[in-house]
């Protein structure tokens, strides 16, 4: 299922806390998919807590605590990182990361607790969302089969790689435009993991967004930004990166487009995207200037210049899923649609 979906998924199932109609939730994918963030965005949306609890490092007594004598009887002690309604408030996410890498020993420990809120005298609080995830067999991670009692407690969704929910993400979260239109560029890149070689860096949507940040570091360093970028996303993908980054003299006049000059298209395949890229993320900074409607007119005016209409297309449906339908009030928008009506994405 697509990122977006899922994020819709956990959304209900947090939401559903509240009606008693919560089912707690497994993510399975590859390595670096962006499992944890998705949970995490859910708890930044609501303002809520997430607690991480990374199974794979406990010994059962971990989940269940330590006992203690009281008198003639032997109770049990509460591990503080469990969800506490007066310590970590009534609502929040109990996340067990890292799910598939924990022995049976653990995994028969956390039985109660994922399905019955309860770990003996310990009860979630009703508020309370719970989702898990981890890898699968053929990941080539430290993976157990999942047991079936604790298969059984789950609802089970496995993420796939999906280039327009990434990009989207990207241009949310200001991730460097010259690596969206890279990625735009080279769409099968966004994730490449062959477990039978068991690579120590690959492509996928977390390697990229450390690209990002050696992007940030060592782009005034050629000498150094192709290694850093090697080490991030492998050694093919970072030559093929710092290759692009440095033919991306060649754009046009950025600032020119967005005053509505004629500029020409590079023919350059690679620069189309890079400009798009940018395009769009001039318009994402421009949404509270007092302007914003004339630079969405020029660079919508721009895009239905490109000789392959679906470059325009991909740049105007970048543009909707950033800034959204304030694209429908341009008037130049209406003209480019009849124009490219016959490419138009259904999901614009």
């Not at 990166?241 to 350059?268: Q, T, Y």
């Amino acid at each position: 299922m697509r990122p977006a979906q899922l994020l819709t998924v956990l959304e209900r199932e947090f939401l559903s806390t509240q009606e008693g109609h919560h089912t707690p939730v497994m993510l399975w994918g590859p390595p670096g998919v962006g499992k944890s963030q998705m949970v995490a965005q859910i708890g930044r949306h609501h303002g809520m807590p997430v607690i991480d609890i990374r199974l794979s490092q406990m010994e059962p007594s971990d989940l269940r605590g330590i006992p203690f004598r009281v008198g003639a009887q032997v109770e049990w002690a509460i591990p503080a990182m469990l969800p506490d309604a007066e310590r970590h408030g009534k609502q929040g996410i109990l996340f067990l990361d890292e799910i598939t890498s924990v022995p049976p020993s653990v995994s028969a420990a956390a039985y109660q607790l994922i399905l019955d809120r309860r770990l003996g005298a310990y009860v979630v609080p009703d508020g309370w969302a719970i989702f898990a995830a981890g890898n699968r067999q053929g990941d080539r991670g430290v993976t157990y089969t999942m047991p079936a009692p604790l298969a059984n407690r789950f609802s089970h969704y496995e993420v796939d790689i999906n280039l327009d929910d990434w990009v989207a993400w990207a241009y949310a979260n200001r991730i460097d435009e010259r690596l969206i239109a890279f990625l735009r560029f080279r769409p099968e890149l966004l994730f490449e993991f062959d477990p039978a070689h068991n690579p120590v860096a690959f492509p996928s949507p977390r390697s990229w967004e450390f690209s990002h940040r050696a992007l940030q570091k060592f782009g005034d360093l050629p000498s150094l930004l192709t290694g850093a970028l090697q080490a991030c996303v492998g050694p093919a993908a970072g030559i093929e990166l710092s290759a692009f980054v440095e033919n991306l003299d060649k754009l046009p006049d950025i600032d020119a487009i967005v005053r509505g000059d004629v500029v020409k298209v590079p023919r350059e395949t690679d620069l189309q995207y890079a400009v798009a890229a940018a395009l769009v993320g001039r318009a994402i900074r421009a949404k509270q200037e007092s302007n914003a409607q004339v630079i969405f007119g020029n660079i919508i005016e721009f895009a239905g210049s490109f000789p392959q209409r679906e470059m325009g297309v991909m740049l105007v449906s970048d543009m909707y899923r950033a800034i959204g339908q304030e694209i429908f009030r341009v008037p130049q928008f209406s003209r480019w649609a009849n124009i490219v009506a016959d490419v138009m994405l259904y999901d614009l």
